[in-house]
């Protein structure tokens, strides 16, 4: 087999279940740090590498299945790495990755080289008339053979990580407001919060609002306004106290010591 990069898009729009791209990945093209524009299933079909995915490095090999959530920042890395992903995204696309616990950091698993022939023959077969049903029938169909998944309840914990990282840039998101979404009792959820992840809501959402404005800061958006409108803060002398208090160092300061080319 040939090792190179095939991109086939989906021009289907009516569903809230939207297959983008479907691409055979055998060039490194996501080797350099990026941020997820979209929610992306991964499976790799030949070669080692490592998945960095925010701070965490998860090891890959043939049958790794992994996903990438919208918004995520990563780069795929490896020798002989060969991957087949398929982008997506819409409401029921969101359903499915709190459900199988992925925007609670559980997205990589092995063992799925079964799963291999049958991608590759969709990916292979996939055309303008076609790409929209495989797409969709390639991500049910992998999502429904994940094992660890089975008979799970996703945790109240997790779903409260799942609401942080979707909504985080929301400024009035709040832990009452995410207790309303998954129908819990606000101050249980408070405090089973504060038992399973060793910190409070408050530091949990304010401390992933700050690595995202480090993130806009490290991809050359240097207007305090804006990092703190779109990382969540919805004061930016609020964002800049927050700052400064956690980083030493005033937002400015941070952005004119970043070295030059840092994107």
Known sequence: MKNENICKFSPARSSDLICLHFVKEANQTQAKNMRASHHALHLVAEGKGEL???NAAYALSRGSLFFVADGAEFSIRGEGLVYY???????RAQE????FGVLAGNGVFSGYEGLIPFWEDCQREAEEGNIDILCESVLLYSLAKLRPAKNERISAVSQIVAAVQERFAESMLSLPVI???IGYDPKYLSSLFKKKKGVSFTQYLRDVRLRHAVFLMEQGVDSIKNIALLSGFGDPLYFSKVFSETMGVAPKTYINNLP???E
């Open 52 to 54: 960095f995915l925010g």
């Open 85 to 91: 992903y398929i982008s997506f995204f819409g409401r």
């Open 96 to 99: 499915l990755m709190v459900r």
């Open 179 to 181: 207790a309303r979404q």
């Open 260 to 262: 030059l080319g840092t």
